[in-house]
């Protein structure tokens, strides 16, 4: 049963580090520190020193708002393809650890999932910047970060809702990427079904 709690858990922080990396690593610093929902081992503990939780918060801060600017969050993004599957491998050690389980698998599951996150995000983010003229950026963005920290949260009071909420939202991120994709092609007046085939 705690292998199984601790993949849930790090399915759903390894989800929310793909949206926002920085998100889920304050959230579960803040909650290891002034509350007793989450006990941290070390050397994870290390994650609710006030200083450790300054500097995530300073970091989370400019990403937070160069996400918000067009141009700007392609570069957050590509930097993000190595910054977030290392947060969800973190993260799901972390888990493992709360639990007390061997991390084996449930590393690889953080990582994975994390990249596959943010890699899906990061695809549809310039489609999203030729149909609206980047005004749509700032509202996906903030969609993304309120689903990370609800993700987040959820993951260490209640793993299970927070495994399901996390398969919805690798569904959802394969969905519009698909979609937005179709969208990118047709923009370019490429069909997409003759691109598919190719």
């Known amino acids: 049963m705690d292998t199984v709690t601790g993949s849930f858990m790090a399915l759903g922080l390894s989800t ?28 994870w503990s290390h994650l609710g020193d006030p200083l450790v939780l300054a500097a995530i918060a300073v970091v989370g801060l400019a990403d937070f708002v160069g996400d918000k600017i067009p141009v700007v969050d392609h570069v957050l993004h ?37 990249l596959a996150t943010h890699a899906g995000r990061t695809a549809a983010r310039p489609v999203s910047t030729v149909t609206t003229a980047g005004a749509g950026n700032p509202l996906l963005s903030l969609g993304e970060d309120g689903v ?10 209640w793993p299970a809702i927070a495994a399901v909420l996390a398969a919805l939202v690798l569904i959802a991120v394969f969905v519009v990427w698909r979609r937005w994709r179709v969208l990118g092609l047709k923009l370019q007046g490429r069909d997409p079904a003759s691109d598919r085939a190719g």
Do not use: E
Not at 93 to 98: L, R
């Open 148 to 157: 990370s920290g609800a993700l987040s949260i959820t993951a260490v009071v």
């Open 78 to 114: 590509l930097i993000g393809l190595a910054v977030a599957p290392i947060v969800g491998g973190i993260l799901a050690m972390a888990a493992a650890k709360i639990v007390n389980v061997d991390p084996g698998l449930i590393v690889v599951l953080g990582v994975v999932v994390a």
């Open 16 to 43: 929310a580090a793909g949206l926002n990396a920085y998100v889920p690593l304050l959230a579960v610093g803040l909650l290891s520190r002034y509350t007793d929902l989450i006990s941290l081992p070390t050397p």
